[in-house]
C-alpha cells in the first residue's frame, strides 16, 4: 500500500491543524493505521493509531485529549485532528501502516511496514 501524507504547517501554538493520510494500492481497511512523528535531533516517536474498523484508538500520553485518531475507509484515509497544539508538537509527522499489530506493539515503530512521506508541522510559541 502506498501512503500519502498531508496537511501539515505552520500555527501558532493552541491552534489547530488537520492531517490525512491517503492511501492506495491495496485494500486499506486490511491495514491498522498509525501516526508517528519525529523531531530534529529525536527517534521518531508514537502518537496514535486506530484498528482497521476505527472502532478503538490508542494514543501517546503527551497528546492524550488534544489529538483525534480517526478514518474512513470508503474514502482510503486515516486522518489526525490536533488541537491546542504546543511547540513541542513540533515535528514532522509520518503515517504508517500495519497488517498484524498486537495491541501491546502498537506503539512499536517496528510493527508498520508501510510509511508515508512526511509532512511538516510546526507551531510557534
Known amino acids: 500500500v502506498q501512503l500519502q501524507a498531508s496537511g501539515g504547517g505552520l500555527v501558532q501554538a493552541g491552534g489547530s491543524l488537520r492531517l490525512s493520510c491517503a492511501a492506495s494500492?491495496?485494500?486499506?481497511?486490511?491495514?491498522?493505521m498509525g501516526w508517528f512523528r519525529q523531531a530534529p535531533g529525536k527517534e521518531r516517536e508514537f502518537v496514535a493509531a486506530?484498528?482497521?474498523?476505527?472502532?478503538?484508538?490508542y494514543y501517546a500520553d503527551s497528546v492524550k485529549g488534544r489529538f483525534t485518531i480517526s478514518r474512513d475507509n470508503a474514502k482510503n484515509t486515516a486522518y489526525l485532528q490536533m488541537n491546542s497544539l504546543k511547540p513541542e508538537d513540533t515535528a514532522v509527522y509520518y503515517c504508517a501502516a500495519a497488517v498484524v499489530v498486537g495491541i501491546g506493539t502498537m506503539s512499536n515503530v517496528r510493527s508498520y511496514r508501510y510509511w508515508g512521506q512526511g509532512t511538516q508541522v510546526t507551531v510557534s510559541s
Open positions: 494500492g491495496r485494500t486499506f481497511s486490511n491495514y491498522v
Open positions: 486506530i484498528n482497521w474498523g476505527g472502532g478503538s484508538t
